[in-house]
């Protein structure tokens, strides 16, 4: 009786995933308090505003003299879409899920997703929000 030749065992790729947005070397440090728990925003020092999506200079006056600070985590409720399919992974496990814009306690506004009880019943504009995490990725939920 022969010997069975071991398994060949092949390396697939992760699935791709377009919940997460690929980090690079300046979003990193975003990402990586993210992952933490932290929720960070850049603000320019030349002008004293507040701006998120991370940027390496201010889009109010456009100084490049910017800085990351914590955000608070408070904001409130400025527009929402209640997604009933998406068939890019994983969104489509997640259906029916709420795509939102929040604006925050420090001002700018930032896409999210709305997540725990209640949603999306009852929602309205104005509603206090407060931030959470999902798999290193900040969500909203009712404050």
Not at 60 to 80: F, K
Not at 88 to 100: H, I, K, N, W
Request: net charge negative; proline share 8%.
């Amino acid at each position: 009786m022969s010997a069975r030749p071991e398994a060949v065992r092949y390396d697939l790729p992760e699935p791709v995933r377009y919940d997460r947005p690929e980090a690079d070397a300046f979003t990193r440090v975003y990402w990586d308090a993210a992952a933490g728990g932290r929720l960070l925003i850049r603000r320019c020092r030349a002008c004293a505003r507040a701006h998120h999506y991370p940027r390496e200079f201010c889009p109010h006056c456009w100084s490049e003299d910017v800085t990351w600070e914590d955000a608070g985590g408070r904001a409130t409720l400025y527009t929402w879409s209640v997604v009933h399919r998406n068939d890019l992974p994983p969104f489509g496990e997640r259906t029916p899920y709420v795509a939102a814009v929040v604006e925050l306690a420090e001002g700018p506004r930032m896409s999210t997703e709305l997540v725990g009880a209640g949603v999306p019943e009852g929602l309205s504009a104005g509603m206090a929000l407060m931030v959470d995490f999902r798999e290193g990725v900040p969500v909203f939920r009712r404050a």
